[in-house]
C-alpha cells in the first residue's frame, strides 16, 4: 500500500517567514494529493491540493509543488502569521480503488509573532 | 450549508462496554469514511462507505469494530467490548463522490473524542 513520511515534525518559524513541509509517497499511481490544517481540537479542513498533471498550484500565500519522478511534493507557506499555527497534513491517494487517501504523520508549525 | 456533523463530541466509557458513534455527512455526498487518530498523528483510516455499502472495511482493526450506513447517508461506527487502545479522536468525512477519478474533496467532520477507562 501507499506510505507517506512527512518532514520535519516540528517547525518553528518567526513571524513573515516562510515555512516548507516536505512530503513524500511511496505509489507512482497516485494521482492525488491535499494538504490539511488541523487546528487544536479542529476539524482537519482542506487548505490546498495537486493533481499529478500539475506540478506547481498557488493560493495567495500558500504553494504546493509537485515532483512525480521523485515522488515527493511540498508545502510552502510565504509571509507566515501567528493564526498559520496549527498541524498541517499532507495525504496522496491514488486513482482507482477505493480512493482512500493516505495521510503522512503531520507537522506541528509553530509561527512566534 | 451544513458541513459533517458528529455525535457525541466526547465520550467517556469503560473498558467493555460497547459505544456508538455517529455521523451526519453533507447532504448529497454518497462517500462516507470513517478514521482514527490518535495523538500526533494523521488519520488512519478505517471504513468507506459508497452509498450504503461498505466498499472498503480493510481498516478495521478487528472484529469489535463494525460501522453501517442504512440509508445512505447517516452512518454510525459501533465499538464492542471497547480497549484503553479504542481511546482517540474518530473523524468522519464525506466526499460528493467515492469512485470518479476527479473525486471530489473530503470534508471532515469535527471528530468524537473517545475515551476508554
Known amino acids: 500500500g501507499e506510505n507517506v513520511e512527512q518532514h520535519p515534525s516540528t517547525l518553528s518559524v518567526q513571524e513573515g517567514d516562510s515555512a516548507v513541509i516536505k512530503c513524500t509517497y511511496s505509489?507512482?499511481?497516485?494521482?492525488?494529493f491535499p494538504w490539511y490544517k488541523q487546528e487544536l481540537g479542529k476539524r482537519p479542513q482542506l487548505i490546498i491540493d495537486?493533481?499529478?498533471?500539475?506540478g506547481e498550484k498557488k493560493d495567495q500565500r500558500i504553494a504546493v509543488t509537485l515532483n512525480k519522478t521523485a515522488k515527493h511534493f511540498s508545502l510552502h507557506i510565504t509571509e507566515t502569521q501567528p493564526e498559520d499555527s496549527a498541524v498541517y497534513f499532507c495525504a496522496a491517494r491514488r486513482s482507482g480503488g477505493s480512493y482512500i487517501p493516505t495521510f503522512g504523520r503531520g507537522t506541528s508549525l509553530i509561527v512566534h509573532p | 450549508g451544513a458541513g459533517v456533523s458528529q455525535t457525541p463530541s466526547n465520550k467517556v466509557t469503560e473498558k467493555g462496554k460497547y459505544v456508538e458513534l455517529r455521523c451526519d455527512p453533507i447532504?448529497?455526498?454518497?462517500?462516507l469514511y470513517w478514521y482514527r487518530q490518535s495523538l500526533g498523528q494523521g488519520p488512519e483510516f478505517l471504513i468507506y462507505f459508497q452509498g450504503t455499502g461498505a466498499a472498503d472495511d480493510s481498516g478495521l482493526p478487528n472484529d469489535r469494530f463494525f460501522a453501517v450506513r442504512p440509508e445512505g447517508s447517516v452512518s454510525t461506527l459501533k465499538i464492542q467490548r471497547t480497549e484503553r487502545g479504542d481511546s482517540a479522536v474518530y473523524l468522519c468525512a464525506s466526499s460528493p463522490d467515492g469512485t470518479s477519478g476527479l473525486i471530489g474533496t473530503q470534508y471532515f467532520g469535527p471528530g468524537t473524542r473517545l475515551t476508554v477507562l
Open positions: 447532504s448529497g455526498h454518497t462517500a
Open positions: 505509489d507512482s499511481a497516485s494521482n492525488y
Open positions: 495537486i493533481r499529478s498533471n500539475v
